[in-house]
Protein backbone atom coordinates (compact mmCIF):
# COMPACT_ATOMS: atom_id res chain seq x y z
CA UNK A 1 0.00 0.00 0.00
CA UNK A 2 1.25 3.87 -0.61
CA UNK A 3 1.72 6.30 1.70
CA UNK A 4 -1.70 8.09 2.58
CA UNK A 5 -1.18 11.09 0.23
CA UNK A 6 -1.06 14.37 2.44
CA UNK A 7 -0.55 12.83 5.99
CA UNK A 8 3.06 12.79 6.10
CA UNK A 9 3.22 16.13 5.00
CA UNK A 10 0.54 17.26 7.92
CA UNK A 11 2.68 15.49 10.75
CA UNK A 12 5.75 16.89 12.67
CA UNK A 13 6.48 14.46 15.10
CA UNK A 14 9.58 12.07 16.30
CA UNK A 15 12.22 12.48 13.54
CA UNK A 16 12.96 8.70 12.54
CA UNK A 17 16.63 7.81 13.61
CA UNK A 18 18.08 4.85 14.08
CA UNK A 19 19.78 3.95 17.20
CA UNK A 20 18.55 1.15 19.06
CA UNK A 21 17.92 -3.13 17.87
CA UNK A 22 13.86 -1.91 18.18
CA UNK A 23 11.85 -0.74 15.82
CA UNK A 24 8.99 0.47 17.28
CA UNK A 25 6.06 1.69 14.53
CA UNK A 26 3.69 4.15 16.53
CA UNK A 27 0.67 5.57 16.01
CA UNK A 28 1.73 9.85 15.44
CA UNK A 29 -1.22 10.62 18.43
CA UNK A 30 1.22 8.62 20.86
CA UNK A 31 4.38 9.06 19.66
CA UNK A 32 5.77 11.81 21.56
CA UNK A 33 4.58 10.41 24.91
CA UNK A 34 6.85 7.44 23.71
CA UNK A 35 9.39 9.06 22.88
CA UNK A 36 9.21 10.74 26.17
CA UNK A 37 9.02 7.43 27.97
CA UNK A 38 12.03 5.49 25.64
CA UNK A 39 14.44 8.35 26.02
CA UNK A 40 13.51 8.68 29.73
CA UNK A 41 13.76 4.78 30.44
CA UNK A 42 17.06 4.89 28.21
CA UNK A 43 15.54 1.57 25.91
CA UNK A 44 17.51 1.00 22.63
CA UNK A 45 13.99 1.69 20.65
CA UNK A 46 13.85 3.82 17.64
CA UNK A 47 10.49 5.19 17.07
CA UNK A 48 9.04 5.29 13.56
CA UNK A 49 5.68 7.23 13.94
CA UNK A 50 2.91 7.44 11.39
CA UNK A 51 0.61 10.22 11.00
CA UNK A 52 -2.05 10.65 13.64
CA UNK A 53 -4.59 11.73 10.51
CA UNK A 54 -4.69 8.02 9.81
CA UNK A 55 -7.37 7.80 12.74
CA UNK A 56 -10.07 9.61 10.63
CA UNK A 57 -8.89 6.86 7.82
CA UNK A 58 -8.50 3.35 10.06
CA UNK A 59 -8.87 1.14 7.09
CA UNK A 60 -5.68 2.23 5.73
CA UNK A 61 -4.23 1.54 9.57
CA UNK A 62 -3.08 -2.07 9.17
CA UNK A 63 -1.72 -1.49 5.12
CA UNK A 64 0.29 1.42 6.34
CA UNK A 65 1.61 -0.49 9.24
CA UNK A 66 2.57 -3.93 7.13
CA UNK A 67 4.50 -1.44 4.44
CA UNK A 68 6.64 0.69 7.31
CA UNK A 69 7.31 -2.92 8.95
CA UNK A 70 8.48 -4.76 5.94
CA UNK A 71 10.53 -1.52 5.12
CA UNK A 72 11.75 -1.76 8.40
CA UNK A 73 13.21 -5.64 8.82
CA UNK A 74 15.92 -5.38 7.63
CA UNK A 75 17.12 -3.33 9.54
CA UNK A 76 15.72 -4.38 12.88
CA UNK A 77 16.13 -7.59 15.31
CA UNK A 78 12.41 -6.79 16.57
CA UNK A 79 9.69 -4.49 15.56
CA UNK A 80 6.74 -3.68 17.45
CA UNK A 81 3.60 -1.88 16.82
CA UNK A 82 2.22 0.81 19.06
CA UNK A 83 -1.14 0.70 18.03
CA UNK A 84 -4.34 -0.46 19.38
CA UNK A 85 -7.00 -2.01 16.75
CA UNK A 86 -8.11 1.64 16.50
CA UNK A 87 -11.03 1.42 14.80
CA UNK A 88 -9.20 -1.47 12.33
CA UNK A 89 -11.73 -3.98 13.65
CA UNK A 90 -9.37 -6.81 13.47
CA UNK A 91 -7.30 -5.91 10.17
CA UNK A 92 -4.14 -4.80 12.22
CA UNK A 93 -4.48 -8.06 13.82
CA UNK A 94 -4.10 -9.93 10.93
CA UNK A 95 -1.27 -8.10 9.76
CA UNK A 96 0.47 -8.45 13.36
CA UNK A 97 0.10 -12.12 13.44
CA UNK A 98 1.16 -12.84 9.97
CA UNK A 99 4.00 -10.84 10.60
CA UNK A 100 5.08 -12.06 14.20
CA UNK A 101 4.39 -8.29 15.25
CA UNK A 102 3.48 -7.52 18.97
CA UNK A 103 0.87 -4.27 19.46
CA UNK A 104 -0.64 -2.75 22.26
CA UNK A 105 -3.82 -4.42 23.89
CA UNK A 106 -7.10 -2.58 23.77
CA UNK A 107 -9.36 -1.25 20.98
CA UNK A 108 -7.48 2.19 21.27
CA UNK A 109 -5.67 4.50 22.74
CA UNK A 110 -8.04 5.17 25.73
CA UNK A 111 -7.71 1.78 27.16
CA UNK A 112 -3.71 2.32 27.34
CA UNK A 113 -4.29 5.38 29.33
CA UNK A 114 -6.83 4.69 31.63
CA UNK A 115 -7.33 0.78 31.92
CA UNK A 116 -10.39 -0.72 29.45
CA UNK A 117 -12.15 -0.99 33.26
CA UNK A 118 -11.92 1.94 33.85
CA UNK A 119 -12.97 3.63 30.64
CA UNK A 120 -15.70 1.21 30.30
CA UNK A 121 -16.86 2.55 33.95
CA UNK A 122 -16.85 5.69 32.34
CA UNK A 123 -19.17 4.44 28.99
CA UNK A 124 -21.52 2.86 31.16
CA UNK A 125 -21.95 5.97 33.36
CA UNK A 126 -22.28 8.12 30.84
CA UNK A 127 -22.77 6.23 27.22
CA UNK A 128 -22.89 9.51 25.18
CA UNK A 129 -19.32 10.09 26.57
CA UNK A 130 -16.76 12.00 23.86
CA UNK A 131 -12.81 11.63 25.11
CA UNK A 132 -9.70 13.52 24.34
CA UNK A 133 -5.92 12.87 25.27
CA UNK A 134 -3.75 15.26 25.61
CA UNK A 135 -2.78 14.99 21.55
CA UNK A 136 -6.44 15.49 20.27
CA UNK A 137 -7.18 18.32 22.73
CA UNK A 138 -3.92 19.95 21.10
CA UNK A 139 -4.83 19.03 17.61
CA UNK A 140 -8.59 19.92 17.91
CA UNK A 141 -8.58 22.25 15.36
CA UNK A 142 -6.92 20.81 13.10
CA UNK A 143 -7.91 16.63 13.51
CA UNK A 144 -11.65 17.50 14.07
CA UNK A 145 -12.66 20.93 13.26
CA UNK A 146 -10.74 21.28 9.78
CA UNK A 147 -11.10 17.66 9.15
CA UNK A 148 -14.74 17.36 9.55
CA UNK A 149 -15.44 20.82 7.97
CA UNK A 150 -17.21 22.35 11.07
CA UNK A 151 -14.92 25.50 10.16
CA UNK A 152 -16.49 25.54 6.94
CA UNK A 153 -19.89 24.47 7.63
CA UNK A 154 -20.53 25.06 11.47
CA UNK A 155 -23.84 23.84 11.13
CA UNK A 156 -22.42 20.11 11.19
CA UNK A 157 -21.83 20.13 14.57
CA UNK A 158 -24.85 18.54 15.70
CA UNK A 159 -24.80 15.98 12.83
CA UNK A 160 -21.20 15.21 14.64
CA UNK A 161 -22.01 15.87 18.07
CA UNK A 162 -25.83 15.58 18.54
CA UNK A 163 -25.46 12.34 20.60
CA UNK A 164 -22.64 12.89 23.01
CA UNK A 165 -23.51 14.65 26.37
CA UNK A 166 -19.73 15.56 27.73
CA UNK A 167 -16.50 15.26 26.60
CA UNK A 168 -13.72 13.19 29.35
CA UNK A 169 -10.40 14.62 28.99
CA UNK A 170 -7.80 11.84 29.91
CA UNK A 171 -5.36 14.44 31.25
CA UNK A 172 -1.33 12.98 30.84
CA UNK A 173 0.24 16.44 31.45
CA UNK A 174 -2.07 18.97 32.16
CA UNK A 175 -0.33 22.09 31.86
CA UNK A 176 -1.91 25.70 31.53
CA UNK A 177 -1.56 25.54 27.69
CA UNK A 178 -3.61 21.95 27.20
CA UNK A 179 -6.10 23.03 29.87
CA UNK A 180 -7.47 25.55 27.74
CA UNK A 181 -7.29 23.73 24.65
CA UNK A 182 -8.85 21.23 26.03
CA UNK A 183 -11.62 24.00 27.83
CA UNK A 184 -12.07 25.28 23.41
CA UNK A 185 -12.45 21.86 22.23
CA UNK A 186 -15.29 20.86 24.51
CA UNK A 187 -16.77 24.73 23.89
CA UNK A 188 -16.36 24.08 20.12
CA UNK A 189 -18.52 21.51 20.39
CA UNK A 190 -20.83 22.47 22.62
CA UNK A 191 -20.39 20.07 25.50
CA UNK A 192 -18.85 20.13 29.69
CA UNK A 193 -15.77 18.75 30.00
CA UNK A 194 -14.75 16.37 32.75
CA UNK A 195 -11.01 15.76 33.30
CA UNK A 196 -9.61 12.63 34.64
CA UNK A 197 -5.97 12.69 35.31
CA UNK A 198 -4.38 9.50 33.92
CA UNK A 199 -0.96 10.01 33.82
CA UNK A 200 1.58 7.93 31.40
CA UNK A 201 2.51 4.98 33.65
CA UNK A 202 -0.24 3.19 31.41
CA UNK A 203 1.27 3.75 28.43
CA UNK A 204 4.78 3.33 29.88
CA UNK A 205 3.77 -0.29 30.83
CA UNK A 206 2.26 -1.23 27.46
CA UNK A 207 4.96 0.09 25.82
CA UNK A 208 7.49 -1.69 27.63
CA UNK A 209 5.36 -5.07 27.43
CA UNK A 210 5.96 -4.55 23.85
CA UNK A 211 10.26 -4.78 24.05
CA UNK A 212 11.77 -8.43 24.20
CA UNK A 213 13.31 -9.38 27.74
CA UNK A 214 16.91 -8.77 28.24
Not at 7 to 17: C, D, I, V
Amino acid sequence: MVPVPGLEASYAGPERTRHGDVAVIACGAIAQPCKEIVDRRGWPVDLHPLPPLLHNRPERIAGEVERLALELSPNYRTIAVAYADCGTYGALDDVCTRLGLPRLAGLHCYDVYAGPERLQRMFDEEPGTYVLTDFLARSFARTVVTELGLDRYPDLRDSYFGHYTRVVWLAQEPDDETTSLAEQAAATIGLPLIRVDVGTSGLERALEGLLPRR
